[in-house]
């Protein structure tokens, strides 16, 4: 299985950026998608969330601003973001939890997309 990200980039505070996500290989089923941000010596932390069935679940510093969406016949997960500000600038990873047809799920990530805001 393999996630590949994409979208990332500069923008100026206040702008907006669409990060996307697809998942290929061998997938039997796909449970949550996810996004995750990480800056340096700091530990991995959610971002956004998105259930097969379409419940999301954001953190606190981007509700109203930051919006997960996902496509199931593609394997694909988005994030929306806007008013984005400099303590969004991250790198960016999806995560989805894949049942390859084994009987189990296990999370694969992809390579991380960074983004920055600056002015």
């Known amino acids: 299985v393999q996630l590949q990200a994409s979208g990332g980039g500069l923008v100026q505070p206040g702008g907006s950026l669409r990060l996307s996500c697809a998942a290929s290989g061998k997938i039997h089923r796909i449970n949550a998608m996810g996004w995750y941000r990480q800056v340096p010596d700091k530990q991995r932390e959610l971002v956004a969330s998105?259930?097969?069935?379409?419940?999301?679940k954001y953190a606190d510093f981007v509700k109203g601003r930051f919006t997960i969406s996902r496509d199931n016949a593609k394997n694909t997960v988005s994030l929306e973001m806007n008013n984005l500000n400099t303590e969004d600038t991250a790198s960016y990873y999806c995560?989805?939890?894949?049942?390859?047809?084994?009987?189990?799920?296990?999370?694969?990530w992809g390579q991380g997309t960074l983004v920055t805001v600056s002015s």
């Open positions: 995560m989805a939890d894949i049942n390859q047809g084994y009987g189990w799920f296990a999370d694969f």
């Open positions: 998105i259930t097969s069935g379409g419940s999301t």
